[in-house]
């Protein structure tokens, strides 16, 4: 019976992560404006994926990862600590492309452009490194099965993603347009939607 609850509940978070991702690309696609709308400007420019809706699935994975812990000395005592871990991070993978999926899948759907003021080879690597970032950010997050202070480390990956986002990601960006960087955008009066 309590088997039966945890796999509900497992799938109930994951449906939730599913509709976070696909709230935040619907209000993503509403806000934007259609001279800028592009993959690259909606889902890395702006702040709302990497403030808002990365760090509400860092917390509900996060959640399920601390409700585990409370079984941990029985799982260590069986010696399957390397399966429980390796469960943890399927499930953190399954979760990443679920809100992957809700996020993205919207887009698809619009007739939009992916690509407009880049190079679709290096717009698509910069989303892949944006997803491959968010689920090795999850993945750290499954170490805080074993830590003992598993609060500091939501705060560490919190603090890794937002760093990414601001201080990395938005310098990769200018390398895909000049577009996104600002002095470019002043020099040239670019005041639009970026």
Known sequence: MRLKRISRRLVLIGFIIFFIGLIG???LIKTGSPETMELPNEYLNFHLVSLYLQPAVFLLLYKQ?????????????????KWMMFHLMVLAA???LLFVLGLFGPYFLTGYPLFKFGSPILGTELIILHVLVFLLLLWFLVGGYNWHRPYLLLLIVILIDLIYHYYIEKNILVSYSPL??????????????F
């Open 65 to 81: 990862i601390l409700t585990f812990r409370n079984i941990n000395v029985f799982v260590t005592v069986r010696r399957k600590n």
């Open 25 to 27: 690309s619907i209000i």
């Open 94 to 96: 399954i979760y990443c």
């Open 180 to 193: 996104y960087d600002e002095l470019y955008r002043a020099i040239h009066e670019i005041y639009g939607g």
